[in-house]
Structure formats: structure tokens, C-alpha cells
């Protein structure tokens, strides 16, 4: 058994058995969390711990929460109640180029300085960041809201074209109809953070087997 601390080691590791695909783990899940694997059809129960592939859907019921970490780069996706997205990444050499598209929901994404792209997709807007930390809630009959806690985020409404810069203490807003603006954030607007809640270090076993039959149990520990 091994005590793994650094995410690049992991990455690395998944890589050499073969699974070139795989791009995130699922770390905290409380509630009810569903994930349709690429390729299936049916959704299953999440559990923590769970692997992720480029182009697996999860989806939170009313009560439900999942927070996962990208393993190239440890940077973090929380989704919370009522949403629903579709997880991926792209390899290129030790870094994954990574797009999310939700399609309903609330979701924080820390971000990790990024060599390549991260783009979160909504049915109104696309945005883009490098490495930042903030909240997103779309809906597709209302539009978008991001909520700027740190860096920036280029917001891009798909209707019209017309982008703002969500900076810290920011609120953007985009409308299906093309209507972008900014605002300073009202701190009541700011979704609470179930893991905020969560005392101490947690941690999550992830069981592989590589081509050869060999078993490996990685144990990952994060606040």
C-alpha cells in the first residue's frame, strides 16, 4: 500500500496501466449522486473513490453533492443538488485539457494555474479560465451567474458573442437572449459549500489492477 500526496504520481501511475482515459476521481459524495460511465446508457450509484473517464455524466439529486479532483493537476469540481454534467479532458503530455458541460445546476470549480484549457459549457455560456476559484449557476431558462472569489474568468454569452471578466468579489450575469453584465457580488447570493462543513482530513482508497494482474490500493488523503 502506498500513501499518495501528490497527484501527478497518481496520474502517472493510471497512465502507465493503460487507462489513458481516465482524468478525475470522485472524492466527497453525500446524497444522492449518479453517474452514467461513457458508453452506458443507465446511471449507477456514485461511491468515492470511483475513477472518472473522459465523457462520464453525473447528476445530484435534491440532496445530493459530489466533489471531484482532476488528476493531473488537483484542481477541484464540486456539484452541488440539481445538477447535471458531462466530465472531459483531453491528454497532452502530463496535463489534461478539460471541458465541462453542465447543462443544469451549481457547481464551484477551484482551478489550478492551467497549461491548457478549462472550459466550463452551459446552454447560454462558455467559460474560460487558467486558474481561479469560483461558483456557477445555470439554468436554461434564466441564464448563468458566476460568482468571482479569486482570478478571473472570461464569461462569453453564445448568443452574442459579448464577454466579460468575472474578478473577485464579482458577479457576472448572461441571459439566453444576450444579455451579459456585471455586478458586485451580494455575499447572500453566494451558494454554501457542503464540504466547508466537513472537520478534519478525509481520505479515499482507489483499488487498481494493472495488465499483468498486479493490485495496487492507493490511499489519497485531502481537507
Not at 50 to 78: A, E
Request: net charge negative; aromatic share 6%.
Amino acid at each position: 500500500m502506498m500513501k499518495i500526496n501528490n497527484y501527478i504520481i497518481l496520474f502517472i501511475f493510471i497512465l502507465s496501466l493503460g487507462y489513458s482515459n481516465k482524468i478525475a476521481v470522485a472524492t466527497k459524495v453525500k446524497g444522492l449522486v449518479e453517474i452514467i460511465p461513457v458508453g452506458n446508457t443507465d446511471f449507477f450509484k456514485l461511491k468515492p473513490g470511483t475513477i472518472l473517464s473522459d465523457g462520464d455524466k453525473i447528476r445530484t439529486g435534491k440532496s445530493g453533492f459530489v466533489s471531484i479532483i482532476f488528476i493531473d493537476d488537483k484542481s477541484i469540481l464540486k456539484l452541488k443538488e440539481n445538477s447535471e454534467a458531462v466530465i472531459s479532458g483531453q491528454r497532452t503530455a502530463a496535463s489534461i485539457s478539460k471541458k465541462i458541460n453542465i447543462d443544469r445546476g451549481t457547481i464551484r470549480a477551484t482551478i489550478q494555474k492551467q497549461n491548457t484549457d478549462f472550459v466550463i459549457q452551459t446552454p447560454t455560456s462558455v467559460a474560460s479560465v487558467k486558474g481561479t476559484d469560483f461558483w456557477l449557476i445555470t439554468d436554461p431558462i434564466i441564464g448563468d451567474l458566476v460568482i468571482g472569489l479569486e482570478g478571473i474568468v472570461g464569461l462569453v454569452n453564445t448568443e452574442t458573442g459579448q464577454e466579460v471578466n468575472v474578478t473577485d468579489g464579482m458577479s457576472g450575469t448572461s441571459t439566453p437572449d444576450g444579455i451579459i453584465g456585471m455586478n458586485e457580488t451580494d455575499s447572500n447570493a453566494i451558494p454554501e459549500d457542503p464540504s466547508d462543513n466537513q472537520d478534519g482530513p478525509s481520505q479515499i482508497r482507489i483499488y487498481l489492477e494493472g495488465p499483468n494482474g498486479e493490485k495496487k490500493v492507493m490511499v489519497i488523503e485531502y481537507q
